[in-house]
């Protein structure tokens, strides 16, 4: 095991990182302050992990109540988050107790906002189950639900006591989770270590087929690089923007596709594709590198072709942004592989990205 930590002075936080993780009491133990814990996973992740889970927690004397959400980016809403609010409420939870996030993105996202609201917060552990979520949404204290207009747009940032990735649970992946768990592997090198980038290309095939030691190093790597940002800015009121490197166009994907249609990994790999045309087009990237990034998604199946929304439906979605001020869109665009910009761009260029990508 290896175990990095988030230095956010007092809200500071391990994040441990390697197999066989969520059997073990003394990772949850230190953590824990009253004697009640909710386990909330989903319907694809219950019968996989659940039961290690809760008699992990049950050996430390808690009295454990699992909550089994639907899954899918579809239910990331109010009505699923009040599924939370409810098994509390009925279990008699109050401040001294605890929340486990053990799935993706998803349910890290909404077990973590329930923390934040509930009796206006309580603590909550991270075990991610996806690559996506080991690499990226774990790490970092966002959470929050989606909104009809917007994705992520309602939520908080709020950090958890721990984070345990069990590099095991990523066996179980299916081949498309884990290619989008890669897109947000990319995304790290890409913004912030050209070293690393080329580690990635060099070691494409082992990650694709999930190779033990290429996952281990990819997802400290990555977690290195977020933690270090976050520790920069931990609410993104400057610098952590550029972990959203390729998510203006992958977001728009997402919420004109439908919430689901295309997995968040698949919308910011193809978003990334259409970041690197433009910041070509402005002069910050060569085409040879832009063309690099590109056929990196390609390699791992992922769309680098977006969905045809045209351009209005495109500039109309992507204003409905966190990073937007004023209604002006700010891109997070690369100087060179490892190097990131962020500034807001002509819609004359933007318009060319979308055409020249097969958006418009």
């Known amino acids: 095991m290896k175990t990095l930590e988030l230095d956010l002075r007092e809200r500071s936080y391990p994040i441990h990182i390697g197999a066989q993780l969520i059997d073990r009491p003394e990772l949850y133990k230190k953590h824990l302050k009253g004697t009640f814990t909710a386990v909330v996973t989903n319907e694809t992740v219950a019968p996989l992990y659940a039961d290690r889970v809760v008699k992990t927690l049950e050996s430390l004397g808690q009295k454990v109540r699992l909550v089994v959400l639907p899954d899918g980016e579809v239910y990331k809403t109010w009505e699923t988050l009040q599924k939370i609010f409810d ?48 690499v990226d949404s774990s790490v970092g204290g966002k959470t929050g639900i ?48 050209g070293d690393f980038f080329s580690w990635i290309e060099k070691n494409i095939d082992a990650l694709n087929t999930c190779d033990p030691k290429a996952m281990e190093h990819a997802v ?112 997070i665009l690369l100087d060179g592989i490892g190097h990131s910009v962020i500034k807001p761009v002509d819609e004359a260029l933007v318009t060319q990205t979308l055409s020249a990508t097969g958006a418009a």
């Open 87 to 134: 098994a509390l409420l009925e279990s008699g939870a109050d401040r001294k107790s605890t929340l486990v996030a053990l799935g993706g993105g998803v349910i890290g996202d909404m077990t973590g906002f329930a923390a934040a609201c509930y009796m206006r917060g309580i603590r909550f552990i991270q075990v991610p189950t996806t690559l996506l979520s080991q």
């Open 146 to 193: 989606n909104h009809p207009l917007g994705k992520n747009m309602v939520g908080a940032f709020y950090q958890p006591q721990a984070v345990i990735a069990d590099l095991d649970t990523l066996k179980t992946l299916p081949p498309k989770e884990l290619a989008a768990g890669l897109a947000e592997v990319i995304k790290h090198g890409a913004i912030a270590d």
């Open 220 to 331: 400290q790597r990555s977690c290195e690089i977020k933690s270090q940002v976050v520790a920069l800015d931990e609410k993104e009121g400057g610098v952590r923007a550029i972990l959203n490197f390729g998510h203006t166009f992958g977001h728009a994907i997402e919420a004109g596709m439908g919430y689901g249609e295309w997995l968040h990994g698949e919308a910011v790999g193809c978003g990334m594709v259409m970041a690197a045309d433009l910041s070509a087009r402005l002069g910050h990237l060569s085409e040879a590198e832009s063309q690099r990034i590109k056929a990196l998604i390609a390699a791992l199946k992922l769309p680098t072709v977006p969905p045809q929304f045209g351009v209005t439906r495109y500039m109309d979605l992507m204003r409905v942004d966190k990073k937007a001020e004023g209604g002006e869109i700010r891109y």
